[in-house]
């Protein structure tokens, strides 16, 4: 039996994948010290990674298809299960330090 992983996880690391291979590519050719590709490397992959990200969670809104992208089309559901139990839907959704005095 195969082992399906949450969306979550899927979509967490379709995008550090493609900021890895994207910022591979950009070291491609750039002649510098191994140490300053190696931070050139990782801040690359940060940036790319994140851009990523967060620009294929807004075309997602408009286009749900385009979650494949971020390696699942399914949505992550989390379950609050510490919840307060209130009607207001801006209430908060843990104790903050305030109501532990």
Known sequence: MAV??????????????????LSFLTTRGIEVSS???DYLTLG??????????????AL?????RLGILLGST????????HRKASSDPTAATSDSPDEKL
Do not use: C, D, H, N
């Open 35 to 37: 140490e300053t590709r």
């Open 74 to 81: 399914a949505r992550p559901i989390y379950e609050g299960k």
């Open 4 to 21: 399906v992983p949450a969306p979550a996880a899927v979509r967490t690391i379709a995008p550090i994948v493609v900021g890895a291979v």
């Open 44 to 57: 690359t992959a940060g940036v790319l990674g994140s851009t990523y990200y967060v620009a294929l969670l």
């Open 60 to 64: 997602e809104s408009r286009w749900p």
